[in-house]
């Protein structure tokens, strides 16, 4: 089984910008061909899609909240995916989660429920 841990949050100014990390560890070998994706929960609402990347890097997809402050890539000699978050406002504020989808045929969906491992969050603070 494949482990994701999170790593890179903090509190910043409105404005700032944070490079978040998501390392995968374990059965490494078994993330072959799977997508990544970052959600954000704040306490007492849902879980939000934030963005996701495919396998080869070559799709990305992004929520609207997001699209032109956030940036997701990732480094599969190092297991990891990143989020560079620009230009952070105050209502970026929540936990930040990495997951892998259930399936390799991932296709840009938003809805938790298709994804099936999560690590276990970065806490992400912007102060106006």
């Known amino acids: 089984q494949v482990q994701l841990v999170e790593s890179g949050g903090g509190l910043v100014q409105a404005g700032d910008s944070l490079r978040l990390s998501c390392e995968a560890s374990?059965?490494?070998?078994?993330?072959?061909?799977?997508?990544t994706g970052w959600f954000r929960q704040v306490p007492g609402q849902e879980r939000e899609f934030v963005a996701a990347?495919?396998?080869?890097?070559?799709?990305?997809y992004y929520a609207d909240s997001v699209k032109g402050r956030f940036t997701i890539s990732r480094d599969n000699g190092k297991n990891t995916v990143y989020l560079q978050m620009n230009s952070l406002k105050p209502e970026d504020t929540a936990t930040y989660y990495c997951?892998?989808?259930?399936?390799?045929?991932?296709?840009?969906?938003?809805?938790?429920?298709?994804?099936?491992?999560w690590g276990q969050g970065t806490q992400v603070t912007v102060s106006s």
């Open positions: 990347i495919s396998w080869s890097g070559a799709n990305t």
């Open positions: 997951a892998r989808p259930r399936s390799t045929y991932y296709h840009g969906s938003n809805d938790p429920k298709d994804f099936g491992s």
């Open positions: 374990g059965r490494t070998f078994d993330s072959y061909n799977y997508a």
